[in-house]
């Protein structure tokens, strides 16, 4: 299912996300030429509706044209069809997020094709561009507690989240590779989202090789996610007074990114069966360690911070309601 390219689709540049269907007639990875002969690749859209990735990347190769790139780049465009009708996935379709390990689709092989490919033309270091939903600071992802790894995350922001689940995830495969990381890019459709992840994307094209010096502990701020939460499938919410068993507080994605005391109310209960999962990174349910019910509704047990809060029921069924993540010491 993957078309390869050596150089741009006439025309493709002055396309948004949701025409991309027009030039390309599917999954698409363009190598294109630079100074430096080992290629940054830089994956956008492998969820449909998260664009600032291909609006940053169309701005910086219509500045690029008829210049020659300082490193060689990659480009993977990833859920085509999902894009043409503005959603993270199709029905039907695995989530291209998770893809990355392991087999089960026509997706798989093609994600295990691509890895081989850019392993073969030694990759540099890789970049996956995506927006959440909630109220969230820009920040990056990693995958491994290694330098090269926090210097090209700090290339996009002092914040840094290290995760070991999902491990099906683009920059966990590319981990063994290169340094890699997913940037999370905020609210989709705001321009500071795009000309950030460009910054991101230039900055890494132009860098010659990762320092070999550890990055100061005084330059980041590094989180763990401890538990991924969900709604049970059987457990209905809503916000506010909009009902269901669940009824969480309506500004629920202010939470995001703050260290929350514990008691904090999350959601008032209109069942005894309302309650919520927290999936830990070996796939227990530790629920207990982190929420408490009383009379008033549900609360944190513990301080705890959250990321990824979300008012979008649909990314809270099709995904997760949010992450909790704990502080991490600095990197040795
Ligand atoms: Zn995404």
């Known amino acids: 299912m993957l078309r390869e390219l050596t150089a741009i ?15 390309l007639d599917g999954p698409t990875l363009i190598h294109l030429p630079g100074r430096n002969p080992e290629p940054l690749f830089v994956s ?16 910086l190769l219509a500045h690029c044209q008829g210049r020659e ?5 990659s480009l993977f465009i990833g859920n085509v069809t999902a894009a043409r009708q503005g959603v993270r996935r199709l029905d039907g379709q695995h989530d291209y997020n998770r893809i990355w390990k392991g087999s089960g689709g026509a997706e798989h092989q093609m994600a295990r094709q691509i890895i081989e490919t850019m392993r073969r033309r030694r990759v540099f270091a890789s970049i996956d561009i995506h927006n959440n939903t909630g109220l969230n600071p820009h920040y990056a992802c990693i995958n491994r ?8 995350a ?3 922001s002092r914040t840094v989240v290290y995760f070991t689940q999902p491990d099906a995830v683009q920059s966990m495969a590319f981990s063994a590779l290169c340094p890699a990381v997913t940037v999370e ?12 992840a460009r910054q991101l994307v230039e900055a890494a094209l132009h860098l010659d090789h990762f320092p070999e010096h550890p990055v100061s502990a005084h330059d980041y ?17 809503g916000f506010g007074d909009e009902g269901g068993e669940l009824a969480f507080t309506p500004d629920l994605d202010h939470l995001n990114f703050r260290e929350l005391p514990g008691g904090t109310l999350l959601a008032r209960l209109h069942s005894e069966a309302a309650r919520l999962q927290a999936w830990d990174e070996s796939g227990r349910d530790v629920a207990e360690r982190f929420f408490v019910r ?22 809270i069924r099709q995904d997760c309601l949010c992450y909790l993540m704990e502080r991490l010491p600095a990197i040795d």
């Open 9 to 23: 689709p006439e025309g493709l540049l002055a396309l948004p996300a949701t025409a991309l269907h027009q030039r």
């Open 44 to 59: 956008v859209l492998l969820h449909g509706n998260e664009d600032s990735g291909w609006e940053a990347m169309r701005e």
């Open 69 to 73: 790139l300082p490193r060689a780049l």
């Open 145 to 152: 507690q290694d330098h090269r790894f926090l210097h090209l």
């Open 154 to 156: 700090l290339l996009f």
């Open 185 to 196: 890019c905020g609210k989709v459709g705001q321009h500071h989202a795009t000309a950030h």
């Open 221 to 237: 701020d590094l989180f763990h996610t401890v538990a991924t939460v969900k709604v049970p499938e059987s457990v209905t919410f």
């Open 294 to 315: 009383d009379n008033s509704g549900l609360k944190t047990r513990l301080p705890l911070m959250p990321s990824m809060l979300t008012l979008n029921a649909e990314v």
